[in-house]
C-alpha cells in the first residue's frame, strides 16, 4: 500500500499533473462560489476536454473541482446570504452575521481553514481504508456485489430529499436506460424498437449532461439579468491563528468526523452531514446563544464537514463502484466514459489510478486553501457578475460532450431530452441523481444478480446464505418497511385533521 502511495505521489508531483489539479481547484471555487452552478455540472461541463487525456490527467482536474467547490460555495454564503452550493447554506447561519459585523475577512478565513481541516483528516482515512475495504470486497461472489449495489440505491433512494417512492422511481427510470440495447448476456435486442441506433444503448454521458448540465441551466434561468451586491465593501481573507483553532478542535473535529461517516453512507453526501455536525456542535457549546449571531463554531463545523465528506465519499467509489453524492456518481461515469470498470475489481486492474486519485487529493485540499488566499479578490469581483452569462458556455460544452462519444447527431437529442426530463422533475423537488445512480448501477446489478442465480442454478435462497449476505438483505428490507411506515403515518397525521374538521361538536 505505502509503495504504490508512494509511486503515486512521485508520479502526481510533476509540473504538468500539479497543474491540471491547480486548474481544477481554481474552476471549482469559481463555480463554487456561483449561485446556482455545481460540483457535478462542472465535471460533466469539462468531460469533452478530457476525452483525449489518460484517466488519471482527466481525474486530477476532476478531484480538484470536487475538492474546492465545496469552499467556494461558502463565499457567496458569507457575502451574499445565498449559499454558492446546497451543502453551503448551513455556513449562511453565523457567516453573513459575521459578515455584517465587518468580520467578512475572518468568516472567509475560518471557512478557508474548516474546509482545509476537514479535508486533510478525511484524506487521511481514506488513505487509510480504500485498500483495506478493497481487499474484504475483492473476495466478494457475484450475489454480494449485487446486494451491495441495490443496498447502495436503496440508501440513495431512502436519503435523497422528499420521499423513498420518489427515490426508487428515480431509480426505476435509470434502470429502465440501461437496459436499453443488447443483452450482455444472451445477445436479445431490448427497447430498440427496430431501430438500429438504440441497438447499443443510450449514451451515457448525453444522460450526464442532460440530467446535471442542461437541466440546472433550463432550472436556473431566472437567473439571467440578475447581480449581486455584496454585503460588505473591500474584503480579503483572514486566516485564525493557530492557537484559535487550537481552541475550537471540538468544532471542526465533530465536523470533520460527521463529514467522514456521513460521506461514506451512499446517497447523503455533505447536504446532511453539515446540519448533523453544526445542531452537535451548538448543543456542546457553552455559548449555545452565540450561534446564529456570528459564532467562529457555526463556520467551522459546517465547512469542515462539507471538506470531510471528500475522503469519506471516496471509500465506496473507489472500493465497491458506489457513489456516495451526484459528484461522484459522475466520476463513475467519468471511469466508464474513459474505459475504467468501477467496482471491487478497480483496486487489482488500475491500482496505480486508485493511488493517483488519492494523491491528487491530497494535493486538492492544499491548493485550495492556498489558491483561496492568494486569489479571494477575484472570486469576489466575480460575484458581483450576472452569473447567467455561464449559461451559454454550458450548453455548448453540454451538447459537445453529447456528440464527442459516438460522433452522432442522436445523442445530442437524447441529452436534450434529459434535460426537459430533468428540469421537469427538479422543478417538483425530484432527486434525479436516483435517475443517473440507477443508470450507473443497473448494468452492475443485472450481470451480478443474473451471474449469481446461475452459480446456484437459479436458487434466490443464495442471497441469505451468507451473513453479510443476510445483513445486506435485512438491512434493505429495513429501510423500505421503515419508509413504508413513515409514509403511512404521514397519510394519518394529514387525513386526520380534515376528519376532525368535518366533526360538529
Known amino acids: 500500500m505505502l509503495e504504490g502511495l508512494f509511486d503515486a505521489f512521485v508520479t502526481v508531483s510533476a509540473p504538468t ?3 491540471l489539479i491547480l486548474i481544477g481547484t481554481v474552476l471549482g471555487l469559481l463555480v463554487g462560489a456561483l449561485p446556482g452552478l455545481s460540483s457535478p455540472m462542472a465535471i460533466i461541463v469539462l468531460l469533452p476536454i478530457t476525452y483525449t487525456m489518460s484517466p488519471l490527467s482527466a481525474f486530477e482536474i476532476i478531484m480538484g473541482i470536487y475538492v474546492s467547490t465545496k469552499l467556494g460555495g461558502s463565499f457567496a454564503s458569507i457575502l451574499l446570504r445565498t449559499p454558492g452550493t446546497p451543502a453551503a447554506a448551513c455556513t449562511t447561519l453565523d457567516g453573513f452575521p459575521m459578515a455584517q459585523q465587518g468580520k467578512a475577512s475572518l468568516a472567509l478565513g475560518y471557512s478557508a481553514m474548516g474546509s482545509f481541516a476537514g479535508g486533510m483528516i478525511s484524506w487521511v482515512v481514506a488513505v487509510s481504508f480504500v ?32 420521499s423513498m417512492i420518489r427515490g426508487m422511481m428515480g431509480v426505476l427510470i435509470g434502470l429502465l436506460i440501461a437496459s436499453v440495447g443488447y443483452d450482455v448476456q444472451d445477445g436479445i435486442e431490448r427497447y430498440s424498437f427496430g431501430h ?17 448540465g442542461i437541466a440546472v441551466v433550463l432550472t436556473d434561468i431566472d437567473m439571467v439579468g440578475r447581480g449581486s451586491s455584496l454585503v460588505s465593501g473591500k474584503v480579503g481573507m483572514a486566516l ?22 456521513v460521506g461514506a453512507i451512499p446517497g447523503v453526501g455533505s447536504d446532511g452531514s453539515v446540519w448533523m455536525a453544526y445542531a452537535t456542535v451548538r448543543s456542546q457549546s457553552k455559548n449555545k446563544d452565540n450561534f446564529g449571531k456570528g459564532e467562529p463554531d457555526g463556520i467551522l463545523a459546517p465547512e469542515s464537514s462539507n471538506n470531510g465528506t471528500t475522503g469519506g465519499t471516496m471509500i465506496p467509489m473507489l472500493t465497491l463502484g458506489i457513489p456516495g453524492d451526484g459528484s ?4 463513475l461515469g467519468a471511469m466508464i466514459l474513459h474505459g475504467l470498470q468501477p467496482g471491487v475489481t478497480l483496486m487489482t486492474t488500475s491500482a496505480d489510478f486508485v493511488y493517483g486519485i488519492l ?20 472570486f469576489i469581483a466575480v460575484l458581483k457578475r450576472d452569473r447567467s452569462s455561464i449559461f451559454p458556455f454550458i450548453l455548448v460544452f453540454t451538447v459537445i460532450g453529447a456528440f464527442a462519444e459516438d460522433n452522432h447527431i442522436f445523442p445530442v437529442y437524447v441529452a436534450l431530452a434529459c434535460g426537459i426530463v430533468g428540469y421537469l422533475f427538479e422543478s417538483r423537488k425530484f432527486p434525479v441523481v436516483t435517475i443517473v445512480l440507477g443508470a450507473i448501477l443497473g448494468p452492475i446489478i443485472e450481470y451480478n444478480l443474473r451471474l449469481g442465480l446461475a452459480y446456484s442454478a437459479g436458487d434466490w435462497t443464495t442471497f441469505v446464505t451468507t451473513w453479510p449476505r ?15 411506515y413513515l409514509g403511512f403515518r404521514r397519510i394519518r397525521s394529514t ?9 360538529k361538536p
Not at 137 to 160: K, N, Q, Y
Not at 495 to 503: D, Y
Open 196 to 212: 438500429p441506433i438504440m441497438a447499443s444503448g443510450v449514451s451515457f454521458s448525453a444522460v450526464l449532461v442532460g440530467f446535471f
Open 131 to 162: 485498500p483495506l475495504i478493497s481487499a474484504v470486497a475483492l473476495h466478494s461472489e457475484p450475489a454480494d456485489i449485487a446486494l451491495l449495489a441495490i443496498a447502495g440505491l436503496t440508501m440513495v433512494a431512502s436519503f435523497t430529499r422528499a
Open 328 to 331: 461522484t456518481a459522475v466520476m
Open 470 to 484: 443476510a445483513i445486506m438483505f435485512g438491512g434493505i428490507s429495513i429501510l423500505v418497511v421503515r419508509e413504508f
Open 17 to 19: 499533473h500539479l497543474a
Open 359 to 378: 494523491a491528487s487529493l491530497f494535493y486538492a485540499n492544499i491548493f485550495m486553501l492556498v489558491v483561496a488566499l492568494v486569489s479571494i479578490r477575484f
Open 495 to 503: 387525513s386526520k385533521p380534515k376528519l376532525e374538521q368535518g366533526v
Open 240 to 261: 485564525p491563528g493557530i492557537g484559535d483553532m487550537l481552541r475550537r478542535w471540538r468544532a471542526w473535529a465533530i465536523g470533520t468526523f460527521y463529514g467522514v461517516v
